[in-house]
């Protein structure tokens, strides 16, 4: 049975977590889609299909717990490096994803977005992308964004090149630039910073994601390869998250007393 987008189903919080200190927007870079297919002697095509199973899987779960937002990294500027036909893959599985999930995501309010630059996309697929935006807009459920075609300092740049036209035509002053404005030139500019970045396959690098917004993200880094990263194994992640203490450079004056 092919499971949909959002499950109906119940996902209860675990008893050993706070839905109070639950992070309200996680963020994941997805890794290690092709070594699972790889192990297993399958394409590495195979890998993105089942990591798509994976993305759908945790949505449910961060909806039912209480998370506000999820972020993933699905395609990044340097992943069109990849080879011609993994791309071209890549491409039509977003393509056919959205098509075919956009009635359980209406059905379920959840509200999707892109963020990146989506102009070197193939046609079809920014139409796909601009109607499911379009449909799910007013939802008010878990916002759901998808990092496509996205780098953190194309983005940066993006975002200067923007504030220094404004300057450059006598729209805003030097000193009207801070970290408020910048962030409204951003992909992500209506989505709150990530409280905690997961990322799988035990890379210990955020690969030009987020370089701005992750400035304060707690980390959790797994070697379980995305395609595996089940229920249990972000639990995991929700128990080391609020086991930290996030202080955000401040000091707690009682500490030591």
Known sequence: MTAN????????????????RMP?????IMDGNGRWAKQRGLPRI?????????????LRCCRDWG??????????????????GEVDFLMTLFERVLRKELREMMAEDVRIQFVGDLTALPETLQQEIDRAVQETQDNQGICF?????????????QACRAIAQQAKSGQLQPEDINEELFSRHL??????????????????????????????????????????FDTDEFHQAMK???ARDRRFGKVDETEGE
């Open 5 to 20: 987008f959002v499950s109906s189903l119940s996902n209860a919080l675990p008893s050993d977590l706070k839905r109070s």
């Open 24 to 28: 309200a927007h996680v963020a994941v």
């Open 46 to 58: 195979m890998g993105h299909r089942k990591g798509v199973d994976t993305l759908k899987k945790l």
């Open 67 to 84: 998370v506000e937002a999820l972020t993933a990294y699905a395609f990044s500027t340097e992943n069109w490096g990849r080879p011609t």
């Open 145 to 157: 964004s998808v990092a496509t075609n996205y780098g953190g300092r194309q983005e940066i740049l």
């Open 187 to 228: 992909y992500t500019a209506n989505i709150s910073d990530p409280d905690l970045l997961i990322r799988t396959s035990g890379e210990m690098r955020i690969s030009n994601f987020l370089l701005w917004q992750l400035a304060y993200a707690e980390f959790y880094i797994t070697d379980t390869l995305w395609p595996d």
């Open 240 to 242: 080391a998250f609020q």
